[in-house]
């Protein structure tokens, strides 16, 4: 069985690989197809396909609004626990 955090963690993965795919497909077209045509087309694709990367990048590593984040407990009493004692939050 998946957990939430497997399922999203696929989803951005698989949105990742997508957009890295499309960044790829538009530099290989650009230059094996497209600049037969029109160089100036090739060009101004190559330049969306340097967008994609920083973009891809962001999405892959952005916080969703229902994920944990780090300071969140864990559900584990005794990690929680040591977590608050390494943070300063609670005293020994």
């Given at each position: ?46 330049l ?45």
């Amino acid at each position: 069985m998946r957990t939430y955090s497997g399922d999203m963690y696929a989803r951005r993965r698989h949105v990742y690989f997508a957009m890295m795919g499309t960044c790829i497909g538009l530099f290989v077209l650009a230059w094996g197809v497209v600049r037969i045509w029109s160089v100036p087309a090739a060009v101004g694709m190559c330049l969306a396909a340097m967008v994609i990367p920083p973009i891809a990048a962001v999405i892959a590593n952005r916080r969703g609004p229902d994920d944990r984040w780090w300071d969140d407990p864990s559900g584990d009493p005794q990690s929680d626990e040591w977590w608050d004692e390494l943070d300063g939050k609670k005293r020994p």
